[in-house]
């Protein structure tokens, strides 16, 4: 199976950046869609950016569009989410998932990444 590790998370400004990582060990993920949501409190966990195996296609929720931007690094079994101009509303625990491996893996998660933004 897949190991994620998410980090990179932290304490910010509006207006600043961060960019976070995913990690994975075990098996490689290039051959996996990769994913990012995020989780608010009280709130339900959202998507928020997803790649494709090849890193060719990108999709981005509404809400993030033209700030984060999300990458993989196959050669580094790593995916990225470069977060710029972040806003309060974007303070949340950010999770990676693994899906659609042509291997056979679905739906896996990591553990997480506390993002905060202060205004």
């Known amino acids: 199976q897949v190991h994620l590790v998410e980090s990179g998370g932290g304490l910010v400004q509006a207006g600043g950046s961060l960019r976070l990582s995913c990690a994975a060990s075990?098996?490689?993920?290039?051959?996996?869609?990769v994913a990012w949501f995020r989780q608010a409190p009280g709130k339900e966990r959202e998507f928020v950016a997803r790649?494709?195996?090849?890193?060719?296609?990108?999709l981005y929720a509404d809400s993030v569009k033209g700030r984060f931007t999300i990458s993989r690094d196959n050669a580094k079994n790593t995916v990225y989410l470069q977060m710029n101009s972040l806003k309060p509303e974007d303070t949340a625990v950010y999770y990676c998932?693994?899906?659609?491996?042509?291997?056979?893996?679905?739906?896996?998660w990591g553990q997480g990444t506390q993002v905060t933004v202060s205004s």
């Open positions: 075990g098996r490689t993920v290039s051959s996996c869609t």
């Open positions: 790649i494709t195996r090849s890193g060719g296609s990108t």
């Open positions: 998932n693994v899906d659609e491996c042509t291997w056979g893996l679905r739906n896996q």
